[in-house]
């Protein structure tokens, strides 16, 4: 069954496959993900995650701007408590949001397992190996 929750910056969705998937845009680099903005898609995250673990995919090809530090820590702390996120896979197309990307993850010391990607397909392909290597355990 697929589930769909639109924000005006971000959708997020799911699919039979067991992945939850995260679209963000942002075109303006001045623009800054605020706190509030931030607990917002926690909260929608959390919604479409209930009682499933299951990889998250976030897509952030169309990310031009940053968030604030009180977002970054609100999201740092939260995905270390959603038990249901057993996974990151991020995909972007530039070296500023890869590097965002990696500060965010190592200043905040989440510890949910993640990669970055430059391809749609590889990051679903990433997702789908993590799901079928931890059913076999």
């Known amino acids: 069954m697929e589930e769909m929750i639109i924000h005006k910056h971000a959708t997020f969705w799911t699919k039979g496959n067991g992945v939850l998937f995260g679209k963000i845009r942002n075109f303006n680099s001045q623009h ?3 706190s509030r903005t931030a607990q917002l898609y926690l909260d929608t995250i959390a919604d479409l995650s209930t009682g499933t673990p299951m990889p ?32 990151e896979v991020y995909v972007v197309n530039s070296l500023s949001i890869s590097l965002l990307v990696q500060s965010y993850k190592r200043i905040y010391h989440t510890k949910t397992p993640f990669i970055i990607c430059n391809d749609m397909e590889e990051a679903q392909e990433h997702c789908l190996e993590y799901k079928t290597r931890k059913l076999q355990k």
Do not use: C, H, W
């Open 32 to 34: 800054q993900l605020d």
């Open 56 to 87: 998250f995919l976030i897509d952030l090809r169309d990310v031009k701007g940053t968030f604030s530090s009180e977002a970054g820590l609100l999201l740092a702390k939260s995905f270390n408590n959603l038990s249901n996120i057993v996974y």
